[in-house]
């Protein structure tokens, strides 16, 4: 029997609706959330995730400002945008569109950033306040994993969940998200050996690696739940990580792509924006 999909789309209609009610209580109190986005560059994929963005927040009612700075802007440039965004308090939760040109450093740009504006979750103090379990923005995609497994109905306690994948954006923190939740988890990556034989004891494989249609079908445990994180073009087609049609034969639920955890991600930033503007009435 084919593999039931789990929709991005759906649940992430449903989460804006929850969300929109919250700005209206929000704006009821006087306060408009606020999203500022720092864009460096003229990378295709960075500017269409941002214009997708800025059609979210007008969706949703919120406050956004873009900064469009040229590829060839100084660190000092940057880091004094992200300074104003933090200092402005119609600001509330701040993006810095990545990647960033290589003679800007990453981390410092991050670091930069005040952790109670940091909605992307990347910054150390919300880093490590999500791996000892404290308040923190969680980063958007693995919180949209999460989001995507609850919808599914997903005991995770007690389940195995393999990541393929150790990334500081998704493999690092939805590991520590399904931790969370109780379930066993093994981390894969480069030097993982004989990975099919770790990801046929699966019973929740989240794909995050980049590699286009890499998890085939017998890497797949029969009945397990598949979530792949993974978007590639591959010619005219954009495909996941995972083999979609042989592995939505062996699974009992998958995600596709596109339209499965990529919607999720934007939906799960305003979230986090929106929850930064009710930080700051509680």
Excluded at 125 to 151: K, S, W
Excluded at 239 to 251: T, W
């Amino acid at each position: 029997m084919p593999a039931t999909i789990i929709s991005g789309k759906e649940v992430a209609a449903r989460i804006r609706k929850e969300l929109a009610g919250k700005v209206e209580h929000l704006r009821a109190r006087g306060v408009v959330p606020g999203l500022g986005v720092i864009l460096v560059g003229d990378d295709p994929a960075s500017h269409s995730y941002v214009r997708s963005k800025e059609k979210a927040c007008r969706e949703l009612g919120l406050h956004s400002v873009v900064r469009r700075m040229p590829a060839d802007a100084s660190q000092a440039a940057v880091l004094a945008e992200v300074e104003g965004f933090n200092r402005d308090d119609a600001i509330h939760g701040i993006l810095v569109q990545l990647p960033l040109p290589d003679h800007i450093d990453e981390r410092e740009v991050i670091r930069a950033i005040h952790p109670h504006k940091d909605v992307d979750g990347f910054h150390p103090v919300n880093v490590g306040n999500l791996h000892i379990g404290e308040r923190c923005f969680v980063p958007c995609t693995p919180a949209g994993v999460i989001e995507l497994l609850d919808h599914a109905g997903v005991e995770l306690k007690g389940l195995h969940a393999v990541v393929v994948g150790r990334s500081n954006i998704v493999g690092k923190p939805v590991s520590m998200l399904l931790l969370a939740r109780h379930a066993t988890v093994t981390i894969c990556h480069s030097r993982t050996r004989d990975l099919p034989s770790v990801t046929r004891t699966a019973d929740v494989l989240v794909a995050a690696v980049g590699k286009p249609e890499m998890v085939r079908g017998d890497w797949v445990k029969p009945g397990a739940v598949v979530i792949d994180v993974g978007v590639n073009r591959v010619g005219d087609r954009l495909v996941g990580d995972v083999d979609f049609a042989a592995v939505s034969e062996v699974a009992a639920a998958i995600t596709p792509v596109p339209g499965g955890v990529g919607p999720m991600t934007i939906t799960m930033l305003i979230k986090n924006a929106i929850e930064a503007a009710e930080r700051t009435v509680e």
